[in-house]
């Protein structure tokens, strides 16, 4: 399974609206440690080590 | 303090070379009466060899040392003859608790597989395990020569022999070895001597031991928390040894002074957090610890063997340390008796390094990821850790990746150089370079253990009908046939699940219980080829 670095979220700012807003009203702590849970429920969802080991080279630039 | 157990103290006997002053040489010196230091010692004599063992010291070992021995050396010990004791002395556990400040996050189970003769984990106190092994090694006065206060101060290798410059009471004498064993520990004198590398990474945390004697009713588990309320923003574990005795473990930070925080007036007020007010205890022991991971860079100089922490060291997350000097005992034993016989040329002790170097490399991998996850290394793996910490009380995915330790394993060799690969496909788990798994079976009608039953050779295991020929020989070396159905009874089955036994299947299996080669029909060529490759012989 290749990282998909193409549009693949149907309405980008409805998604994009959901995510901010969630964070809006918490500490900069509680934000950090939300955003620690976030990659890893969506790590283990798509599991394949090799998509995963690609998109942690991706975001590191 | 008090204490459960009495130091014994064992004389120290002027040699006879020392006081006629005459040099003399010894096939083996083992440097170091630890656990690593005896286990040698006893593997040694009870294949024959003459051994002299030097301790700069007259007793065991004082103070928290080692706790945990796993299913791998404890069979070690059992080829020894000594497991029974240690098993009878210690704890044997399976049930482990991990805490995230006052929650319990989850629980483990090691889910000890049934049908093996040794338990899956015991702890025990590192002082006991000595003590039994200096027993035992007085049951060979004719080939265990255990000198206390002997302190190796030099030493020269030249081609065929090494001398040793060694201080006792009675001055500097010195004495020679055609081969040395140095188990002389994490602060290796003989390693220094070598001017060998000693290189990893150092973790700037330090940890609080205390062993402390309580008759309260903790369950016999492995209780860990992270970030406790007790001892807010550190780790803390919690562990039984034998005699009512309890392992206490804080993490205190890299600024935690030693001095003072090893003091009774600060110590005890931790305990009390842990345990809970009103809990009695009484402390044996307290010290504190930093640890680095690291290994040594060739397990082999000349004719000078390293091997447990001199070789390497590793945090204590795991129990790693003294398990894995173990099993480089057991690598080394056979190789250098079949190498003295001048059965197999001296490359296959160049094995040793390659096979036990490998299984440090592995050793210190899952230390170190055990150690980043307990003290993360800056703010966003903290919160990675927190994360993963939080989520494991609901969700099954989180909780692989808490890692309170990774407890030891044996790392099969799966690269070995000696081992032949397999020509054809075989289930379960015993690959060539893989320690083989024990089963219950029975002899002559009687119950006994597989692993038992192999004995300090080599030889090869068959299901189905037996081979013509009793045994292999290659240069001078035999693999001795042994047939399920016909020497022993696998009454169960277990053994040929394991081993995925179809008729004809066979294993070559080396002298420490490794799986060398393995075939489905039994060729003798096939086998003479790859019983020539495990013990470093070129077939002719």
Redo the contacts between chains.
């Keep these: 399974m290749a990282l998909n670095l193409k549009v693949n979220i149907a309405r980008p700012d409805d998604f994009y609206e959901e995510l901010i807003h969630m964070q809006r009203d918490l500490s900069e702590d509680d934000v950090?440690?939300m955003?620690?849970?976030l990659?890893?429920?969506l790590s283990?969802h798509i599991g394949d080590q090799e998509t995963l080991s690609e998109a942690i080279r991706v975001a590191r630039g | 303090m008090l204490n459960t157990y009495t130091w014994p103290e064992y004389p120290y006997i002027q040699s006879e070379e020392q006081k006629n002053s005459t040099v003399k040489r010894h096939p083996v010196v083992i440097i170091g009466a630890g656990l690593i230091g005896l286990t040698a010692a006893l593997d040694c004599a009870q294949r024959g060899i003459a051994v002299v063992v030097l301790d700069d010291n007259n007793t065991v070992s004082i103070g928290s040392r080692a706790v945990c021995y796993a299913k791998r050396p404890l069979e070690i010990w059992d080829r020894l003859g000594i497991a029974d004791k240690m098993v009878q002395k210690g704890i044997s556990w399976n049930l482990g608790k991990v805490f995230f400040k006052e929650d319990l996050a989850y629980e483990f189970d090691l889910l000890p597989e049934e049908g093996h003769k040794m338990p899956a984990m015991i702890n025990l106190q590192q002082y006991y395990c000595e003590e039994y092994l200096v027993e035992e090694v007085l049951k060979y006065p004719d080939l265990i020569d255990l000198r206390w206060k002997h302190k190796v101060i030099s030493l020269a290798q030249h081609e065929a022999y090494t001398s040793l410059q060694v201080e006792t009471p009675d001055g500097v004498f010195s004495l020679e070895s055609d081969w040395t064993i140095a188990c002389d520990g994490a602060n290796s004198g003989v390693r220094d001597m070598v001017h060998a590398e000693f290189t990893g990474q150092f973790f700037q945390d330090r940890f609080l031991i205390a062993d402390v004697v309580m008759k309260a009713d903790f369950p016999t588990e492995r209780w860990f928390w992270f970030d406790p309320t007790f001892h807010k923003n550190q780790s803390a574990l919690l562990h039984k040894q034998s005699d009512d005795v309890w392992r206490l473990d804080f993490q205190m930070g890299w600024d935690a002074d030693p001095k003072e925080a090893t003091k009774p007036e600060n110590v005890i007020p931790l305990i009390q957090a842990m345990l809970g007010h009103g809990t009695e205890f009484d402390l044996e022991w307290v010290s504190i610890y930093q640890f680095a991971c690291r290994r040594i860079d060739k397990f082999r100089y000349g004719r000078i063997f390293f091997a447990g922490d001199a070789a390497h060291q590793v945090s204590p997350f795991g129990a790693r340390g003294a398990n894995t000097g173990l099993q480089d005992i057991d690598n080394l034993a056979w190789k250098l008796k079949m190498v003295m016989d001048g059965q197999a040329p001296d490359g296959l002790m160049d094995s040793y390094h390659e096979e036990r170097a490998f299984a440090a490399d592995d050793n210190l991998m899952n230390s170190t990821r055990s150690t980043d996850f307990i003290t993360p290394k800056n703010?966003?793996s903290r919160?990675?850790r927190?994360?993963?910490l939080?989520?494991s009380k609901k969700y099954d995915?989180?909780r692989p990746?808490v890692n309170s330790g990774r407890l030891s394993t044996p790392t099969p060799y799966l690269h070995s150089s000696l081992n032949t690969a397999d020509e054809d496909d075989f289930a379960g788990k015993m690959a060539p370079g893989t320690n083989c798994a024990d089963a219950p079976i029975r002899v002559a009608g009687k119950k006994a253990w597989f692993l038992n039953l192999l004995g300090d050779g080599f030889r090869l295991l068959v299901f189905g009908e037996a081979p013509a020929v009793s045994e292999i020989t290659y240069g001078g070396i035999s693999a001795k046939v042994m047939t399920a159905g016909n020497d022993f009874e696998d009454k169960d089955g277990l053994l040929t699940t394991r081993y995925d036994g179809a008729d004809g299947t066979v294993y070559l299996i080396r002298p420490d219980a490794h799986v060398a080669a393995r075939f489905r029909a039994f060729d003798p060529a096939k086998i003479t080829a790859a019983l020539a490759r495990a013990t470093g012989q070129k077939e002719e």
């Design positions: 950090q440690l955003n620690a849970k990659i890893l429920i283990n | 703010r966003a919160y990675f927190d994360a993963v939080e989520l995915f989180a990746l």
